[in-house]
């Protein structure tokens, strides 16, 4: 039993029962092929769970005395995130708070360590300051670094910390399993942790190492192909023949497969060859290209044999099993930025409730990271700014316009009691609907003020499409921002305990408002706005609507 009286030792692993067949990959590939955009990301999270961890950065200051519980993001500390001096200079705010990081995209974060100097560094713990070389924080800093790169070779950038996982490889094969339920392989070729899927609409998709686009689902379905191959092409060739081998017999698949011809086109299999050799399965030694069939065979990690379609597996891939809740709900805590109450079912939302402390301090002396517990849901914050997929800011124009845009919508939307948007007697206010006028507004204000200066990409100022693109995908992937509709605690059926006087979760249906189309701002995007009591209008040429009117517009 473990310390909530739950069978510890029950869980669903991730990670294959046995070897993925040339058949499965390709029935993967049909798949990929004709699915859309955010369900190929979808299925690659589950097929290969390769994603890394995503948490928001330092926390607010705060008195000495602990946040309670029910404290509100949308009134309680901030942490106004810094926007670079060039930039912010001659603003009329000028927030309080201690600096926190709003990340923005890495071209690919699975790549070189030039592209990720942050993990290749040696392995420390999260907090406490100054190098702690004891075991336990040794350990912590490998289960970090797992959580981040869940495929570490031998000839990747993190081959030097493999000494460390292996010293540690069976406490933490425990501790992963038991605590998350992800399988974990540490063996001459690296170390592999089997990470589950995130479910439909939560991917992570698989970036091109040079540019930093997302595969398209072509790319995906040529790279299923391609892993299919593998077996049959010459593992050690000149790297000009070997990639034409690749090329050659991906392409044969295909035809086999009944796949379009363009889904195997030049820019798919050049897509193909650049993401194998990233992942350290297709090697460049004294002149030739070596395939590491070993790192291949380690690649999948999703049922795909045991799935019956695309949307299958993506549900069976996030598919906790016996571990029900207490492992869904970990997952979600230690994958994504913030745990939001409507995105769990009431089931999920009563577990987590009552066992939120002890499950903060479970987080912290497993991977360093501090529990930040808010009426609208729960965020794991890392203090060492680290645990991420994505960058910390000064790297573009989005990162810097994406603080600014979520820091002047919550001035205009943070819901008061009385507001009509306001849900307070029923449960909390998660998200507020955001009219389109109001993010044109406030970003033509800041390509207005901001774009001029030092450091702002000329590109977005003559393609403000662009821009807003950028920038709402940047506010969603940090679950500050997200697309209106129902989401997980609306669509569930009535789940409640048969046992008689069980605790009832909040009702949180319809905390997002009732908006089925546009965009919702979350209530964490308050963590990067100055205080409520220190606000300031700033209306712009451009947000020439009050807050009252937009919140008229709401009711």
Avoid at 375 to 404: C, F, H, N, Q, T
Avoid at 492 to 518: I, K, L, N, Q
Wanted: with cysteine; hydrophobic share 40%; net charge negative.
């Amino acid at each position: 039993m473990d310390e909530y009286g739950q069978a510890g030792d029950v869980m669903q692993p991730t990670g294959l029962e046995s070897e993925t067949t040339p058949e499965d990959l390709r029935r993967l590939a049909r798949w990929f092929e004709v699915a859309d955009p955010e369900g190929a990301h979808d299925l690659f999270t589950a097929a290969f769970g390769l994603y890394g961890a995503r948490h928001l950065g330092i926390a607010p200051d705060s008195p000495g005395t602990a946040v309670p519980a029910h404290t509100s993001w949308w009134h309680g500390p901030t942490a106004p995130a810094p926007v670079p001096a060039a930039l912010r200079d001659g603003a009329a705010r000028n927030p309080r708070g201690r600096a926190a990081y709003l990340p923005v995209p890495s071209p690919q974060r699975a790549g070189t360590a030039a592209r990720n100097p942050r993990h290749a560094r040696p392995l420390r713990p999260a907090a406490g300051g100054g190098r702690d070389d004891s075991e336990s924080a040794e350990r912590r800093a490998a289960a970090r670094l797992l959580l981040a790169h869940p495929l570490i070779t031998a000839a990747g950038p993190w081959a030097g910390s493999l000494p460390q996982i292996r010293r540690h490889a069976e406490a933490l094969a425990l501790r992963f399993g038991r605590f998350l339920g992800y399988r974990l392989l540490v063996d001459d070729t690296g170390a592999r942790l089997f990470k589950a899927g995130l479910g439909s609409g939560c991917g992570r998709g698989l970036r091109r190492p040079g540019d930093g686009a997302l595969f398209t689902p072509r790319s995906y379905a040529c790279l299923a192909l391609a892993l299919s191959v593998l077996p049959d092409v010459p593992a050690r060739l000149p790297s000009a023949e070997l990639g034409e081998a690749v090329r050659e017999a991906v392409r044969e698949a295909a035809a086999g497969a009944g796949l379009e011809s363009e889904t195997v086109a030049d820019p798919q299999l050049a897509d193909t060859l650049a993401a194998l050799t990233d992942r350290q399965i297709m090697v460049e030694r004294d002149g030739e290209t070596v395939v590491d069939h070993a790192v291949a065979r380690l690649l999948v990690a999703g049922p795909l044999a045991g799935s019956r379609d695309g949307a299958d597996l993506v549900r069976r891939a996030a598919d906790p099993g016996p571990g029900g809740e207490r492992i869904y709900v970990r997952r979600r805590l230690a994958e994504t930025p913030v745990v939001l109450l409507d995105e769990l079912t009431d089931r999920e939302r009563g577990w987590l409730r009552t066992r939120q402390r002890r499950e903060g301090e479970s987080f912290a002396d497993f991977l360093g990271l501090e529990v930040e517990i808010r009426a609208e849901g729960v965020a794991l914050l890392d203090p060492a700014d680290e645990l991420s997929d994505l960058e910390p800011p000064g790297a573009g124009s989005p990162a810097r316009a994406a603080l600014l845009l979520a820091e002047r919508l919550v001035e205009q939307l943070r819901p008061v009691p009385g507001d009509p948007v306001s849900r307070t007697a029923v449960g909390p206010v998660i998200g507020v609907p955001v009219p389109d006028a109001a993010i044109d507004g406030a970003l033509g204000d800041i390509a207005d003020e901001y774009g001029g200066r030092v450091g702002w990409q000329a590109g977005y100022l003559s393609d403000r499409s662009a821009l807003r693109r950028d920038v709402l995908d940047l506010l969603h992937r940090m679950h500050l921002m997200a697309p209106a509709g129902p989401v997980r605690a609306d669509t569930e059926r009535a789940e409640r305990s048969p046992e008689a006087g069980a605790r009832t979760a909040t009702d949180v249906r319809g905390a997002r408002g009732a908006a089925t189309s546009g965009w919702v701002l979350l209530a964490p995007a308050a963590r990067y706005a100055p205080p409520a009591d220190t606000e300031q209008g700033r209306p712009g040429r451009h947000a020439r609507r009050t807050p009252q009117l937009i919140l008229a517009d709401l009711g």
